[in-house]
């Protein structure tokens, strides 16, 4: 599938649930109103969307949420979608999650061909991780870890820069995934969903990271590229990769291979735009896939060139009313 921009879309976000055993502070609010269940794709549908999307030219498949581990009988979707794994049509089946149930999981999603996880683990103390995630337990994410890295699945840390909040931890973090072997990449917080919270007084631009960074460690740029938005260097001290995803202050539009799906079937070109398209209705409607096929290709010539990202700084709005969680992240 090759977008107006010459660009090949390769790689598909799944999100299989809005529902979140954690309500971080940047994605959700503390009283979400999650989705009807009659409006969300049942694992058949999501099976169904995700097997038309790789006879299209999918080759990477993320499945994320909400939190896809707590979606009920998921392992039954990921036993369905290893088949493409097996006949070689799919080159890599992953997830991005908080860990919580991944000590339950782990071994299942590695006989299912899965072997890197994306872990999104915001502070090592206990009580702020518990602020941060409103109720999250660091220690069964810990075990989740743990077990995962023991299952053979290759864990990358996910971390959300936050001013005033953990913007002190970041260098243990790297600390700490270079013992174990994690790459890890910070995200800056994005103007998403529910500003309430303050998500400016969280914006913490990565540029001053890295300079803080640099004091103490050696990091060089690499070429590397993961087929996602982030840039990443190599630290020297630990041998590990560290990315940086800041879509506020660069734009990695340009080499944008990817498309992402809601659970309820709508197809986002680009995270940071509201254009979508409807792709629940024609995988309704007609069993043969032939008119979600043609709905996924019409959308496709639909992908923009770029985002437009800005937080109003006046007046403190989010260009965007969505919810990561929606989206998928
Ligand atoms: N629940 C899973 C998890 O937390 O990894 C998967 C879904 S979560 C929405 C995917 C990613 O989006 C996480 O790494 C999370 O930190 C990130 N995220 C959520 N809201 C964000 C925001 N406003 N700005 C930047 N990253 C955000
Ligand atoms: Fe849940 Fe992930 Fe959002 Fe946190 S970032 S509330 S773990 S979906």
Known sequence: MI???????????????????FRCQYCMTEDMDFLPKAEVLSLEELNRMCSAFIDLGVEKLRITGGEPLVRRNIMWLFEH?????????????????????????ATGLHTCGVRRVNVSLDSLNPRKFDRITRGGDLEQVMEGITTA???????KINMVALKDVNEDEIDVMLSWCGERGFDMT?????PMGDMTGGRLEQYLPLSLVRARLEERWTLTDLDYKSGGPARYVKVGESGGRLGFI????????????????????????CLGREDSANLRT?????????ALKSAITAAITRKPEGHDFVI????QEPVLDRHMSVTGG
């Open 3 to 21: 977008d107006p921009f010459g660009r090949d879309v390769s790689y598909l976000r799944v999100s299989v649930t809005d529902r979140c055993d």
């Open 246 to 269: 800041t879509p506020l202050t660069h734009n990695f539009c340009e080499s944008c291979n990817r498309v992402r799906l809601t659970c309820t079937g709508q197809l986002y070109m």
């Open 312 to 315: 109003d700084r006046r007046n």
């Open 81 to 105: 979608l290893s088949q493409h794994l097996e006949s070689g049509t799919l080159k890599e089946l992953t997830l991005t999650t908080n860990a919580s149930q991944l000590a339950r999981f």
């Open 282 to 290: 024609p995988l309704r409607q007609d069993s043969s896939d032939a």
């Open 149 to 155: 890295q023991a299952a053979g699945l290759q864990v």
């Open 186 to 190: 910070l995200i800056e917080v994005m």
